[in-house]
């Protein structure tokens, strides 16, 4: 069932749909999951649903607290539309099963300050929640990723030997398997540079562009470079600052569209960039 969807209600945030894709679709709080709960109560591979012939089953992963549907403790549950799926956890993550053919909430795809909003929401729950480095820098690329409505998202720190990636994701909240692709030049061009936020648009059509962006098909990139906070001087952390204070780059592109850059959206870009350092 391609059009099989899930209405996804956070706690204290507003809800959004993923579609079930592909599958088996893993449920789960590690970063790794298609779908990231972030809630430290939730098991780090909580759920999973799979095809069984033409149904779609969601089953327990494993997890200590199990799952519930329609109010039952089950281990495994043929998905039918509008059942309601629970974490075993009171004010935890709610998930309603639907074909997409009805009526529910908003997609990741709406525009809107709401969505933004949530996107900035997701990374202070997760801080506040004392979810581990890396699962709250996830949560700081899927909002950005959200934010500018980009396709690929990846998290890189400044080693010995360049750039190294520490968290890669794609649109939709999802584990991104491939590589970055894109030259080590592109990157540094955007360290070297010390802005605030560097955007770049590419045409392939004209001649010269680099080989590697061409075979990518990659419109647009935004990097922003993530620099050394100072334990307790949150007055400074807007600044640039050296390029020796450079840790790493928050790197974002699209292959089909420019990304969403509004005065406001380039504001929230670099909050997630403070936030990441």
Known sequence: MNNAVLDVKPPGASAFRVALDPLPFTIGRSPENHLVLRDNRTSRNHAIIRRDGVELIVEAAGSRNGIDVNGLREEAHVLRHGDVIRFGVDDSYELTFLLETTTAMPTHANHGGLRKLRSMLEVARSIQGALSIDEVLTAVVDSALEITNCDRGFLLLASKD????????????????????????????????????????????????????????????????????????????????????????????????????????????????????
Not at 199 to 206: A, L, W
Not at 222 to 247: N, Q, Y
């Open 162 to 277: 360049g750039l190294e990636t520490r968290i890669a994701r794609e649109a939709g909240r999802r584990p991104l398997t491939e590589d970055l692709g894109i030259p080590a030049k592109v990157l540094h061009k955007a360290l070297r540079t010390r802005s605030d936020l560097l955007n770049m648009h590419f045409d392939s059509s004209v001649d010269g562009l680099d080989a590697s962006i061409v075979k990518l098909a990659v419109r647009s990139v935004v990097c922003v470079p993530l620099i050394k906070v100072r334990a307790g001087d949150l007055s400074e952390t807007a600044l640039v600052g050296t390029i020796a204070d450079s840790i790493g780059l928050l790197y974002m592109d699209s292959r089909l569209h420019h990304p969403e850059l509004t005065a406001n959206s380039r504001d929230l870009v670099q909050s997630l960039a403070i936030e990441a350092s």
